[in-house]
Structures are given as C-alpha cells and as structure tokens.
C-alpha cells in the first residue's frame, strides 16, 4: 500500500472536562516526518494532547486536521498506554489479535508474530500468559502489538515509565528501528535524558497550552521561555 503523507493541524482546539479547561487554545502543526517528544510537568495536558491527536477525546472547541481522511487517519495509526493492557491470553494472541481484525492470512500472521517475538525477546515465551509477564516484558509486549501492523503514525504514552535501564534500552531500539524505516512518533516522557536521546523535535506544554514548538537541538540548546528554562533545569513550575 502506498503510504500518503500524514501531517496534521490543530485549530484553536479546546478541551474542557466539568467546567475545567484541561487543554487550549492550541495551535499547532506537525508535518508528516519526525520523532516528537511532548514534555511539561505533571497535569501540563501531555496525555490529553496525544488523545486529541488520536481522535478519541471530544472537543470542546476548534479542529484537527489530518492531511488524509479521518477514517485514514484512524486506520493508520496506534496508541500505546502508559500501563500496557494486555488481552488475558497468551503471547502469542496478544500478537496475533490486531492482525486478526486486519483479515490478514493466518500464514502471514504466523510469520509475523514469530519474527516480533523474536525482536522483543520472547520467542521462547509465546504460550506463556501475558498477564504473567514482568512490567518490562508487558510494554515491550504493548509495542509490539501496535508496531505489528506496520502504523504510520505511532503515538507512545509514557512508554518507559517504571521501567529498568535494561528494558528502556530495548524499548528505545525498538523505537529508533521504527522510526528509521519511517514511522511517525509522537511521544511523552518525563525522562529528559530519553527526550535528548530520542527526540528530532519537541513541544513544551505547559497548563494545557504549547508554550514552546523546536526541532530537539535548538530546544535543549537554547529555551525561548523562562519556564522551559526552569523545567530543564529541575525547578518546579506551575
Ligand atoms: N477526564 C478528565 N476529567 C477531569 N479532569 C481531567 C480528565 N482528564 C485529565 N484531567 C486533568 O487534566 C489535566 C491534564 O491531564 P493530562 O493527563 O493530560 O496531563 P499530563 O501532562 O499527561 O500529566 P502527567 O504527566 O501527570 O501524566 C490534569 O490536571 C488532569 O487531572
């Protein structure tokens, strides 16, 4: 299948939850290439940004607007959850299902599952429960499944959160690998050494507003607001 560019563009987008604005006015951009990284404090609006972007917050103001059709849109991309959530089956299943909903051939499904056990270590492990995995195992296992039908556009929540150095590690490999043969990646994380590593550009939010868009080097050379400033530096900012 011919992939289609697949920018994006955000329009005075408010989000609103009882009463409260958690997220807008925002205005933004995202062209088709990248490896974004979204990073403020905690309750800065990171989630509710990447829920937007996916489509499956409600508006309460304004648009987003992908450069392809909105069932396009959907189709071509996955999410990954901060707590990985796993089918009550076993590995291999959990691998399988996305594939099963595609309708595609159980020959090529089996191919595929083999080769990403593999990549993730569990090749050995195919049988075994998935809810009996460690934590690391689980969010290797998450990605997997959303990198397994091949997304344009992958949207990543926190993926190494609690994690070992061991398990970030292959969990960045894995993402660099996708990102290399051309996956979009939009991501948060509260690890600025993983935002340094990863990042070809980042948005800085702040109380539910974009307070700073860059490509990565400018922004960790240089912040144009106090509070990115601060944010880098450690402080605690509101
Ligand atoms: N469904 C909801 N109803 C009410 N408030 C919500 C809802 N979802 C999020 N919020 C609030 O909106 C704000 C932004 O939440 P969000 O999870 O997007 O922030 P975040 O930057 O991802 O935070 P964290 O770094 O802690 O994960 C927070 O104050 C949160 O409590």
């Given at each position: 299948?011919?992939?289609?560019?697949?920018?994006?563009?955000?329009?005075?987008?408010?989000?609103?939850?009882?009463?409260?604005?958690?997220?807008?006015?925002?205005?933004?951009?995202?062209?088709?290439?990248?490896?974004?990284?979204?990073?403020?404090?905690?309750?800065?609006?990171?989630?509710?940004?990447?829920?937007?972007?996916?489509?499956?917050?409600?508006?309460?103001?304004?648009?987003?607007?992908?450069?392809?059709?909105?069932?396009?849109?959907?189709?071509?991309?996955?999410?990954?959850?901060?707590?990985?959530?796993?089918?009550?089956?076993?590995?291999?299943?959990?691998l399988?299902?996305?594939?099963?909903?595609?309708?595609?051939?159980?020959?090529?499904?089996?191919l595929r599952v083999s080769d990403w056990a593999g990549r993730i270590g569990l090749a050995d492990a195919l049988?075994?429960?998935?809810?009996?995995?460690?934590?690391?195992?689980?969010?290797k296992?998450?990605?997997a499944?959303?990198?397994?039908?091949?997304?344009?556009?992958?949207?990543?929540?926190?993926?190494?959160?609690?994690?070992?150095?061991?398990?970030?590690?292959?969990?960045?490999?894995?993402?660099?690998?996708?990102?290399?043969?051309?996956?979009?990646?939009?991501?948060?994380?509260?690890?600025?050494?993983?935002?340094?590593?990863?990042?070809?550009?980042?948005?800085?939010?702040?109380?539910?507003?974009?307070?700073?868009?860059?490509?990565?080097?400018?922004?960790?050379?240089?912040?144009?607001?106090?509070?990115?400033?601060?944010?880098?530096?450690?402080?605690?900012?509101?």
């Amino acid at each position: 299948m011919v992939k289609q560019p697949m920018s994006v563009t955000l329009q005075d987008v408010v989000l609103k939850r009882r009463g409260t604005r958690i997220l807008g006015p925002v205005n933004l951009k995202l062209e088709d290439k990248g490896f974004t990284i979204v990073l403020g404090p905690n309750g800065a609006g990171k989630t509710s940004l990447l829920k937007v972007l996916h489509g499956v917050e409600r508006l309460s103001g304004g648009s987003v607007r992908w450069s392809v059709t909105p069932v396009q849109a959907r189709e071509a991309q996955a999410y990954v959850f901060q707590k990985p959530i796993m089918l009550r089956r076993s590995v291999r299943q959990n691998l399988a299902f996305p594939l099963q909903l595609l309708k595609v051939r159980r020959s090529e499904i089996a191919l595929r599952v083999s080769d990403w056990a593999g990549r993730i270590g569990l090749a050995d492990a195919l049988d075994r429960p998935a809810t009996l995995l460690s934590g690391g195992e689980q969010q290797k296992l998450a990605l997997a499944r959303a990198l397994i039908r091949d997304p344009q556009v992958l949207f990543l929540d926190e993926p190494c959160a609690n994690l070992d150095g061991r398990s970030t590690r292959e969990i960045e490999t894995l993402l660099h690998t996708s990102f290399d043969a051309g996956t979009r990646i939009i991501m948060t994380t509260h690890d600025l050494g993983q935002a340094r590593r990863l990042a070809s550009d980042v948005i800085f939010l702040l109380n539910g507003t974009v307070r700073e868009q860059a490509d990565a080097p400018s922004f960790f050379a240089a912040q144009r607001s106090d509070e990115a400033r601060a944010f880098l530096n450690g402080d605690i900012i509101e």
